[in-house]
T-cell receptor, first 116, second 112 residues
Framework: GAGVSQSPRYKVAKRGQDVALRCDPI?????LFWYQQALGQGPEFLTY????????KSGLPSDRFFAERPEGSVSTLKIQRTQQEDSAVYLC??????????????FGEGSRLTVL | QKEVEQNSGPLSVPEGAIASLNCTYS??????FFWYRQYSGKSPELIMS????GDKEDGRFTAQLNKASQYVSLLIRDSQPSDSATYLC????????????FGAGTRLTVKP
């Protein structure tokens, strides 16, 4: 597709439920980022991939959060045993990658997770 | 200390005035700097990038970078109500695998 696609756009989960959020980046983009954005806050870094390699996962809040990008394109962010504090918008962004002329990130529309 | 710091605001300016937004960063190895605009309920979109010390102008927007002071700013001239949004400063950390970190954002309101 022309842009970064995220699904689902909205997810309501009961506390304790597992959720999976999908990101389909722009074709050919090497770098892929996941951010968590709480209401009124800036995007908080979660994790970062170059192709299939997860280079940095230091922002994942706990071991309940897991991300993968097995073939270097589509990525999935999984949250196990969701808690109310996980409620946020999860933003995925992609870019051409290191060495490109621009480091511009292209964002998806986000997945809004509400944990009841 | 957060990697990227911004005044959270809110910042309110009258229509036609200059809005000044500021950002500091902690990683001296950072090489690339970006300003994103985020309208309420929408995703961030890039408005300016700057890579070397000095000023960079694009229409009503001017980005300023001072690497020695680890400081980036964005000036918006002739502010319009449509400029009302949250402005996010982002820093690409070249020596951390080129990851991208954002500030908390400054909410700008331009009053007609």
């Amino acid at each position: 597709g022309a842009g970064v696609s995220q699904s689902p756009r909205y997810k309501v989960a009961k506390r304790g439920q597992d959720v999976a959020l999908r990101c389909d980046p722009i074709s050919g983009h090497v770098s892929l980022f996941w951010y968590q954005q709480a209401l009124g806050q800036g995007p908080e870094f979660l994790t970062y991939f170059q192709n299939e390699a997860q280079l940095d996962k230091s922002g994942l809040p706990s071991d309940r959060f897991f991300a993968e990008r097995p073939e270097g394109s589509v990525s999935t962010l999984k949250i196990q045993r969701t808690q109310q504090e996980d409620s946020a918008v999860y933003l995925c962004a992609s870019s051409l990658g290191p060495g490109a002329k621009t480091g511009e990130l292209f964002f998806g529309e986000g997945s809004r997770l509400t944990v009841l | 200390q957060k990697e990227v710091e911004q005044n959270s605001g809110p910042l309110s300016v009258p229509e036609g005035a200059i809005a000044s937004l500021n950002c500091t960063y902690s990683d001296r190895g950072s090489q690339s700097f970006f300003w994103y605009r985020q309208y309420s309920g929408k995703s961030p979109e890039l408005i300016m990038s700057i890579y070397s010390n000095g000023d960079k102008e694009d229409g009503r927007f001017t980005a300023q970078l001072n690497k020695a002071s680890q400081y980036v700013s964005l000036l918006i001239r002739d502010s319009q109500p449509s400029d009302s949004a949250t402005y996010l400063c982002a820093v690409e950390r070249v020596y951390n695998n080129n990851d991208m970190r954002f500030g908390a954002g400054t909410r700008l309101t331009v009053k007609p």
